[in-house]
């Protein structure tokens, strides 16, 4: 396997690409119902709860709940998918990878990465891409999203910039 370091700045600017972003947020924009999502309005806001049948946590919520949930599985399975694709060739699992990335989130100081700011957050969006309450956060606020997509192309060309 290549340097660690080397295989994160790799695989993020293949992940972060904007071509693989614009998949993201579009089967984001399809499935924000799923979240009951609303301009600004951030989980449980008046929009969610008119929708789904206030918060007293009826019927409708438990489908609502469940829709979620589908949803998340569906976007990580892609996501998964695209990190395949992004780790052909380099003789890496996608679960091999995963606990990579965790191992170097928790010790970053002991692997040479503490100071690279955009694979730290790399990092932390891998690991957080994988963990429901981010998931389900980011699909209920429209604006969170909006600011969680500009962050990550920001990562991306940080990591380009960093890679020269």
Not at 85 to 107: N, P, Q, T
Not at 136 to 160: C, E, L, N, P
Request: no cysteine.
């Amino acid at each position: 396997m290549e340097n660690p370091a080397e295989l994160l700045r790799d695989v993020g600017q293949q992940l972060l690409h904007p071509r693989t972003l614009g998949i993201w947020q579009d089967f984001m924009r399809e499935h924000e119902e799923a979240f009951g999502a609303a301009a600004g309005a951030g989980a449980g806001g008046p929009a969610a709860e008119a929708k789904h049948g206030g918060s007293s946590g009826g019927g409708g919520d438990t489908e609502h709940r469940l829709e979620a949930h589908d949803v998340y599985r569906q976007f990580t399975a892609m996501v998964e998918r695209q990190l395949e694709e992004a780790l052909a060739g380099k003789g890496v699992a996608v679960g091999d990878f995963m606990r990579l990335s965790a191992d170097l989130a928790d010790d970053g100081g002991s692997s040479g990465i503490e100071d690279d700011q955009a694979l730290q957050a790399f990092l932390q969006l891998v690991l957080g891409a994988t963990d429901f309450l981010v998931f389900s956060d980011v699909m209920r606020d429209t604006a969170k999203r909006q600011y969680y997509f500009q962050i990550m192309a920001m990562w991306h060309t940080s990591m380009g910039r960093e890679a020269k």
